[in-house]
């Protein structure tokens, strides 16, 4: 097997001690490897895993070698030995029995290993290569006296039965993924991963390999700035000559560093990155940086390379950020490891960026706004390192108060999706992701497909996650702006003060665009007002104070408004007039909400001078966002209630079905795909595969000829619809429907016109055409849509999107969305249709895309709905195998 096929058939996981493993299939060639491995087993864990002393030959491992994951699974955790040979240090393997829904499971780890998780990572990875074979059930064997053992099967969140046979315990279990077995994985990955991280975020020493002493250099700057910040810990520089640089002594290689280096930062050229980790690592590094470039963002010799220096980190237990990256900074220990020319300001917001022109473009902006960060992450090629992992590591990180992301790409979505469901939940989640395109939708063939694409995945993504999405980096950093600094808004209600009632108008003007709503003020509030303000002010909501208001004006003013209770934030407006200036109207801000006491609303501020926002508002503590236009301060602010309005919408739950056959579903896919790898069905085969979900159906017969036709239509009763029975004909685009035959001699007329085998059906009545359906997003599994149907779905647009699979909330949210939501709830006087009806068939469509990835696209359109439920009346579904990126990474 070659080095390409192995890094293919790779598994890698972490461990409790937040060194990683990688894991494998065993092939021929590892034949030597494990029976060295088993004379390396102490007695007792021989006897363990074999009840007994075989014979240590060929024989005994041979079995274990080329698994079929059908009859047999197996893999085999490999390490870098001392000489920097793969030795291998774990096997688990699972052998199917004669009860074909039932698998062996066995396990052996190294003695020096026991207890680090290793055996829990192979059960895991095990268990889910043999439930996509088919198996529902692991059994065990197990000495009583093994209690590791044991305690590797409770541990891993199965519902574990016990039984005691002949004096070996039998240990059964079911291996579906069932919520509470991935809440305990998800609960290892978090406590790994956030072990893994703390060299990059808390070293106490930091080697650059690389630096050199000429100035201009990339390395020789990046450890210039390490000194500048004024690091806690130690840095050595190390280049080829042993030089130093700055006035520190230098080393030739990282491994004559005398003290142990917790962060080495590799700078060399990417043909050199290689030997240079592998120094590294060998000196006990295990956390890398690599800012060379020349990997994956070349080309194929590129990522091949970068597959070596992954699969290199992977053999020592390391983790790797990079490569192609600009470095990491963090604010705790005054690390700034990047290369950029200006410092990294300290605060509350933990920024990671794939891009790094963008992060140098941001820190710029951060600095001008007096937006300091805890941290910033460059990721580079994400190799290892994601955002995944930090936003695990800044969940529990007291520092970072806020989390920053600019992707260009997902690795894992649906772990995105759940990591941050759940920071979310405590700390805000602002992201800005770019590379969404609308291309693939040209190629598209049914509606749900051609409305999906990439953007609305994102967006489906982003929302059931509870992250701020940012379209542009002003936005970005204007909501982190607002969200570092203020209170979320009760509500979407604001409060508009200004001294300039044009600006006042473009204030709610944008306001209104971003959702929010200007209230008319309390009548204590308008009356407290009027003692202040001149009598030509007003007193409507914006107030306009008038261009002769003075900074006592503002102070006497804000507390007032903020005080009444029909508002939820406050956005004050400033253009220098000739009586009164940005900067002294900034200090009265100031101390207007000094002596309010505790506000616990956001206050934005708009101050348009020419010296730009005034440094009194810029000063800790921010009691105030401030902004440079009315346009930047609303979209921030709505973004701020969205978040609020997430955090109170309840966190739902994915329902349990009754009624679904997935044998029957399996089979209908399995015969169609037999023959072609791109296929749409056929009536029949759509209408058993849909069937088999309980998704309701009109009914319908087949007919090969008119007269037949006309038979069928006789027996389902007038009126019906006729229809090609072509699969995946587009039957209005093409003519290929007539619908409200009220007779024999109509039906027999339209199917002689349409041609060919036809599709009689009863004639559907309701109030309202929708359209449901699924589309395979080739990184973000099955999307499920819902919105207006019939002939104008396209046109009108305005399909809604989720990720499955639906809990009931997202359900619920579909179902009330956009100018669908209107009609489903009743438009213009017409009676609201059966919502629980409708989400019922969402959540089917939901298990139907989670359990049959081959499902390419998905048609229900039109589905009629009335008070009294509803029923698809076309239905149109593509197969193709499913082709979901794979990678190394499990966590």
């Given at each position: 097997m070659t080095e390409a096929?192995?890094?293919?058939?790779?598994?890698?996981?972490?461990?409790?001690?937040?060194?990683?493993?990688?894991?494998?299939?065993?092939?021929?060639?590892?034949?030597?490897?494990?029976?060295?491995?088993?004379?390396?087993?102490?007695?007792?864990?021989?006897?363990?895993?074999?009840?007994?002393?075989?014979?240590?030959?060929?024989?005994?491992?041979?079995?274990?070698?080329?698994?079929?994951?059908?009859?047999?699974?197996?893999?085999?955790?490999?390490?870098?030995?001392?000489?920097?040979?793969?030795?291998?240090?774990?096997?688990?393997?699972?052998?199917?029995?004669?009860?074909?829904?039932?698998?062996?499971?066995?396990?052996?780890?190294?003695?020096?290993?026991?207890?680090?998780?290793?055996g829990t990572r192979l059960l895991e990875q095990l268990a889910g290569r043999a439930h996509e074979a088919g198996v529902e059930q692991f059994v065990a064997e197990v000495m009583p006296e093994n209690a590791p053992m044991l305690h590797v099967f409770e541990d891993a969140g199965f519902e574990v039965h016990r039984e005691l046979e002949s004096g070996t315990l039998e240990v059964r279990f079911d291996i579906g993924p069932t919520p509470a077995y991935l809440a305990r994985v998800d609960e290892r990955d978090h406590l790994a991963v956030v072990t893994s991280l703390r060299p990059f975020f808390a070293p106490t020493s930091v080697a650059v390999i690389g630096a050199s002493p000429r100035r201009g250099t990339i390395g020789g700057e990046l450890f210039r700035n390490i000194l500048r910040g004024d690091f806690v810990g130690c840095a050595f520089p190390v280049n080829r000559a042993g030089e130093p640089v700055a006035g520190v002594p230098g080393f030739r290689t990282i491994e004559d560093v005398p003290t142990p280096v917790d962060l080495a930062v590799v700078c060399v050229p990417g043909e050199r990155v290689l030997d240079a980790a592998e120094s590294a690592l060998r000196a006990g590094v295990r956390a890398l940086c690599v800012i060379s470039a020349g990997f994956a963002e070349t080309g194929r010799d590129g990522a091949l390379r970068?597959?070596?220096?992954?699969?290199?980190?992977?053999?020592?237990?390391?983790?790797?950020?990079?490569?192609?990256?600009?470095g990491i900074a963090v604010a705790a220990p005054r690390l700034n490891a990047t290369f950029g020319p200006r410092s990294i300001p300290s605060g509350n917001v933990g920024f990671s960026s794939q891009s790094g022109a963008l992060g140098l473009a941001f820190l710029e902006h951060a600095h001008a706004r007096g937006l300091g960060l805890s941290a910033f992450v460059s990721v580079g090629n994400k190799?290892?390192?994601?955002?995944?992992?930090?936003?695990?590591?800044?969940?529990?990180?007291?520092?970072?108060?806020?989390?920053?992301?600019?992707?260009?790409?997902?690795?894992?979505?649906?772990?995105?999706?759940?990591?941050?469901?759940?920071?979310?939940?405590?700390?805000?989640?602002?992201?800005?992701?770019?590379?969404?395109?609308?291309?693939?939708?040209?190629?598209?063939?049914?509606?749900?497909?051609?409305?999906?694409?990439?953007?609305?995945?994102?967006?489906?993504?982003?929302?059931?996650?509870?992250?701020?999405?940012?379209?542009?980096?002003?936005?970005?950093?204007?909501?982190?702006?607002?969200?570092?600094?203020?209170?979320?808004?009760?509500g979407r209600r604001v409060a508009v003060l200004t001294n300039a009632g044009g600006l006042g108008i473009l204030c709610a003007d944008a306001c209104e665009a971003a959702g929010l709503e200007l209230p008319a003020l309390g009548r204590r509030t308008e009356e407290a007002l009027r003692a202040v303000l001149a009598h030509e002010a007003s007193f409507a909501n914006p107030v306009d104070m008038l261009g002769s208001a003075t900074a006592e004006t503002y102070e006497r003013v804000i507390p007032h408004v903020l005080a009444d209770n029909r508002v939820d934030a406050l956005v004050i407006l400033f253009v220098p007039p000739v009586v009164a200036g940005a900067d002294e109207v900034a200090a009265a801000v100031e101390r207007a909400l000094t002596s309010s006491g505790g506000v616990d609303k956001p206050v934005l501020a708009v101050m348009i001078s020419e010296g730009g926002i005034p440094a009194t508002l810029l000063q800790e503590p921010r009691r105030v966002a401030a902004f440079a236009d009315p346009d930047a301060a609303a979209r921030a602010l709505g973004l701020a209630a969205a978040r609020a309005e997430w955090l109170r919408r309840p966190a739902g739950s994915v329902p349990e079905l009754e009624g679904i056959d997935r044998g029957r579903a399996e089979a209908v896919v399995a015969t169609a795909l037999a023959s072609s790898s791109d296929v749409w069905?056929?009536?029949?085969?759509?209408?058993?595969?849909?069937?088999?979900?309980?998704?309701?159906?009109?009914?319908?017969?087949?007919?090969?000829?008119?007269?037949?036709?006309?038979?069928a239509s006789e027996r389902l009763g007038f009126p019906v619809v006729v229809k090609t029975a072509e699969p995946g004909?587009?039957?209005?685009?093409?003519?290929?429907?007539?619908?409200?035959?009220?007779?024999?001699?109509?039906?027999?007329?339209?199917?002689?016109?349409?041609?060919?085998?036809?599709?009689?059906?009863?004639?559907?009545?309701?109030?309202?055409?929708?359209?449901?359906?699924?589309?395979?997003?080739?990184?973000?599994?099955?999307?499920?849509?819902?919105?207006?149907?019939?002939?104008?779905?396209?046109?009108?647009?305005?399909?809604s999107f989720r990720i499955a699979p639906l809990t009931d909330e997202d359900a619920h949210e579909l179902v009330n969305a956009g100018k669908a939501g209107k009609l489903v709830r009743g438009y213009r006087g017409a009676p609201p249709v059966d919502?629980?009806?409708?989400?019922?068939?969402?959540?089917?469509?939901?298990?139907?895309?989670?359990?049959?990835?081959?499902?390419?696209?998905?048609?229900?359109?039109?589905?009629?709905?009335?008070?009294?439920?509803?029923?698809a009346v076309d239905a149109r579904i593509r197969l193709r195998p499913p082709q979901r990126p794979r990678g190394p990474k499990t966590w």
């Open positions: 096929e192995l890094t293919t058939e790779a598994q890698d996981v972490i461990l409790k001690d937040g060194s990683t493993l990688r894991l494998r299939p065993p092939h021929r060639g590892d034949v030597a490897g494990l029976l060295t491995f088993f004379r390396g087993l102490s007695e007792r864990s021989f006897y363990f895993r074999f009840h007994g002393a075989p014979r240590l030959a060929s024989s005994l491992v041979e079995p274990f070698v080329d698994p079929d994951w059908d009859n047999l699974g197996s893999y085999i955790g490999v390490v870098a030995g001392a000489d920097a040979e793969e030795r291998t240090v774990a096997l688990a393997s699972y052998v199917r029995l004669r009860d074909a829904s039932t698998a062996e499971v066995a396990f052996a780890v190294a003695d020096e290993l026991q207890g680090h998780g290793i970068q597959e070596r220096l992954l699969s290199l980190v992977r053999s020592r237990g390391a983790r790797l950020i990079g490569p192609n990256c600009l190799a290892d390192v994601s955002s995944n992992d930090l936003l695990e590591y800044w969940e529990e990180d007291a520092e970072t108060d806020l989390v920053l992301l600019y992707l260009e790409s997902f690795g894992n979505p649906r772990r995105f999706s759940r990591i941050a469901r759940r920071v979310a939940g405590s700390k805000p989640i602002l992201a800005m992701k770019s590379g969404t395109t609308r291309s693939g939708a040209r190629a598209a063939s049914s509606h749900t497909a051609a409305l999906a694409g990439s953007e609305a995945a994102v967006d489906a993504l982003f929302e059931q996650a509870g992250v701020i999405r940012a379209r542009t980096l002003a936005e970005l950093i204007d909501a982190a702006a607002l969200l570092s600094t203020q209170p979320l808004p009760n069905l056929t009536p029949v085969a759509t209408h058993e595969l849909l069937s088999a979900y309980g998704i309701p159906l009109v009914e319908e017969r087949i007919a090969e000829t008119p007269d037949s036709a006309a038979a004909a587009h039957k209005t685009e093409t003519g290929g429907v007539a619908v409200g035959l009220t007779s024999a001699e109509e039906v027999r007329e339209a199917a002689a016109r349409i041609g060919g085998t036809v599709v009689v059906q009863r004639m559907a009545t309701g109030t309202v055409e929708l359209l449901f359906g699924l589309a395979q997003d080739p990184v973000f599994g099955p999307l499920v849509a819902f919105g207006p149907g019939g002939t104008l779905a396209e046109l009108i647009g305005e399909a919502q629980a009806a409708l989400t019922k068939l969402l959540h089917r469509l939901s298990a139907l895309g989670e359990d049959r990835p081959e499902i390419a696209e998905l048609d229900l359109n039109p589905v009629i709905a009335s008070a009294e439920g509803c029923v």
